[in-house]
C-alpha cells in the first residue's frame, strides 16, 4: 500500500525548531498534545484494503490506486481546551453547539471523507473507470457505517470536533506580526466549529472575545468541491455524451445543503477520480488557501469593528443592509491586504537572504511570487463555487417554487460575483490573475447550469429528488 500523506505534521516541525515567543507558533507546536485519533490509525489501510476487496469481489481485480491522506482530518480536539481560549469562550462555544447541535454521524463521516483520496493510473479501459467509481461508492458505505459506529461519542455538547479549523486559524494568525494582533484586538479571537447553513463563517462578537465560527461541514464541501473540479478538469480529453449529467447531479447535493436540507453522506455522492497524484496535493492545497482566505475576511470583521458598527446603525433605526453589504466587501480587501503582506514578508526574506547565490535568491522570489498567485487562484476559485451555488439554488427556487422546499436565500452576503469582482478591481495595476484551471472553472460551470436550465420542470425535479432520497 503506497500512501502520501499530507497535513500539519511537516508545518508543526518547523514550528517546534522556530526560537520564538509568538504564542500562536507554540500553540501550533503543543496542539498535538491535545488532540486524539478519531480512529485508530491502524484501521486506515484496513479501511482502504476491505474497499478495493469489496469491488474486486464483484468487478475482478482492477488497478491498483495510490492512498492520498489528508492528516488534520484524522484528528479532533476539544476547541475549549485548546490554547488561547478563555473560560468565557469555552462557555459560549458550548452555547452555540448546544443551541445548534451537530449531528456526530455527519460530522464524522465528512471528516473521513476528506481524510481519503484514492489516486488511480491513467485508465486503459472502461472497466478501469468502473472499477474506479465503484470503489468511490463502496468506500462512502464503509465509512457511512464507522461513522454510524462511533457517533455516541461524539454527542454531547463539547464533544471533540476536527482539528481542520483551529490549524487553519492558527496557519494564518502565526503570519500576522504580534504588534498588529494586538493592536487590533485579534489576540482576543477564538474559533470554533458549528453547525450552520452556510457557505462561510460566523463572527460571534461576544463581549468577553470574539469567536469566529466555521461551519464544520465547510472543509469537507469545498475538498469536494476542488477534487470534483479537477475531476472534470483532468478528464476534459475524455468527456462523452453523459458529462454534464453526471456533473449537475453529481454537485446537486452541495447546492442542497445550502439551500435546502440533504444528507451528509449524499453530499459526496459522486464519484471523483482523480487519475494524477499531483491533483490529489492540489486540492489539498486549494483548500488550505481557501479556508485560510475566509478567516482573514472574518479577522477582518473584527479589525475594522464591524459587529459594534453594524450594532450601532441598526440601533439608530437605518436600513442596515447596504452598510452590511460594504462591510463584506472591506473584509474581503483586508484578507486580500493580508495576503499581499505575507508576500511582502516573505519577499524581503529572500531579498535579504546575505551570502546566498544570486541563483538560489531569484529562485525563492519566484517560489515566493507563485505561492501568492496560488493562493489568489484558490480565492477565485472560492468565489466561482460560490456564485455558481448561488445561481443554481436561485434556479431550482424559481423553477420549483412549491414542489421543493428551499430557503428564501442562500445568506445575506453580497453576491459571490459581485465580492470577485470587488477584488479585481483591487488588483488593478498588477497582472490580474489567470490560470488554465481557474478558465476552465468558469466555462465548466457556466455549461453545467445552461445544462440544468433546459431540463422540463419534471427532468429537473427528478434529478433532484435523487439526492434526496
Known amino acids: 500500500m503506497i500512501h502520501v500523506t499530507v497535513g500539519p505534521s511537516q508545518y508543526r516541525l518547523q514550528v517546534d525548531c522556530a526560537m520564538n515567543t509568538n504564542p500562536y507558533e507554540l500553540w501550533l507546536g503543543q496542539d ?3 488532540c486524539f485519533p478519531v480512529i485508530d490509525p491502524k484501521r486506515i489501510d484496513a479501511i482502504f484494503k476491505e474497499a478495493l476487496v469489496r469491488v474486486a469481489a464483484r468487478l475482478g481485480i482492477g488497478p491498483k490506486p495510490t492512498l492520498i491522506l489528508d492528516l488534520e482530518h484524522l484528528q479532533v480536539a476539544d476547541y475549549g481546551a485548546l490554547g488561547g481560549v478563555s473560560a468565557e469562550q469555552r462557555q459560549n462555544i458550548a452555547a452555540l453547539h ?27 479501459s472502461d472497466d478501469d473507470i468502473r472499477f474506479a467509481a465503484a470503489f468511490d461508492f463502496v468506500l462512502n458505505k464503509i465509512l457511512a457505517d464507522i461513522a454510524l459506529d462511533l457517533a455516541g461519542n461524539f454527542k454531547a455538547p463539547t464533544a471533540l470536533l476536527p482539528y481542520w479549523g483551529r490549524l487553519s486559524f492558527l496557519r494564518v494568525m502565526v503570519e500576522l506580526p504580534t504588534e498588529n494582533i494586538a493592536r487590533y484586538g485579534l489576540d482576543k479571537v477564538a474559533c470554533a466549529l458549528v453547525k450552520r447553513a452556510k457557505f462561510n463563517a460566523t463572527t460571534f462578537a461576544f463581549e468577553n472575545g470574539p469567536i469566529v465560527g466555521i461551519n464544520y461541514a465547510l472543509e469537507p464541501i469545498l475538498k469536494h468541491l476542488n477534487r470534483y473540479l479537477l475531476h472534470y478538469f483532468g478528464t476534459k480529453d475524455m468527456a462523452g455524451p453523459a458529462r454534464l449529467v453526471r456533473a449537475w447531479e453529481g454537485i446537486i447535493p452541495i447546492i442542497l445543503f445550502f439551500w435546502s436540507d440533504v444528507a451528509a453522506t449524499q453530499i459526496t455522492r459522486s464519484s471523483i477520480i482523480l487519475y494524477k497524484d499531483h491533483l490529489s496535493m492540489m486540492a489539498h492545497r486549494l483548500t488550505a488557501e481557501q479556508l485560510d482566505f475566509i478567516f482573514m475576511h472574518e479577522l477582518g470583521h473584527v479589525a475594522l469593528d464591524h459587529p459594534n458598527r453594524l450594532k450601532a446603525e441598526r440601533a439608530s433605526g437605518s436600513n442596515s443592509g447596504t452598510l452590511q453589504h460594504e462591510f463584506e466587501f472591506s473584509a474581503d480587501s483586508f484578507a486580500l491586504g493580508l495576503m499581499r503582506s505575507k508576500l511582502v514578508k516573505y519577499t524581503r526574506g529572500a531579498v535579504d537572504t546575505a551570502g546566498k547565490p544570486d541563483n538560489e535568491r531569484i529562485s525563492r522570489i519566484t517560489e515566493t511570487l507563485h505561492d501568492y498567485q496560488s493562493g489568489l487562484g484558490g480565492v477565485y476559485l472560492l468565489f466561482t463555487y460560490m456564485d455558481f451555488i448561488q445561481q443554481a439554488g436561485e434556479l431550482l ?8 422546499r428551499v430557503r428564501e436565500r442562500m445568506d445575506s452576503h453580497p453576491r459571490a460575483s459581485a465580492r470577485l469582482e470587488r477584488l479585481e ?6 497582472h490580474l490573475y489567470t490560470s488554465p484551471l481557474e478558465r476552465y472553472s468558469r466555462g465548466f460551470f457556466e455549461s453545467v447550469l445552461d445544462y440544468a436550465s433546459t431540463l422540463h420542470d419534471e427532468a429537473l425535479l427528478e434529478s433532484v429528488n ?3 432520497t
Not at 425 to 430: H, K
Open 32 to 34: 498535538n498534545n491535545l
Open 98 to 124: 448546544a443551541a445548534e447541535p451537530i449531528r456526530p454521524e455527519e460530522l464524522i463521516f465528512l471528516g473521513l471523507r476528506s481524510l481519503f483520496q484514492a489516486n488511480w493510473p491513467p485508465p486503459e
Open 397 to 404: 427556487k424559481t423553477r420549483l417554487a412549491g414542489r421543493l
Open 425 to 430: 478591481l483591487t488588483n488593478l495595476g498588477e
Open 466 to 468: 435523487g439526492s434526496l
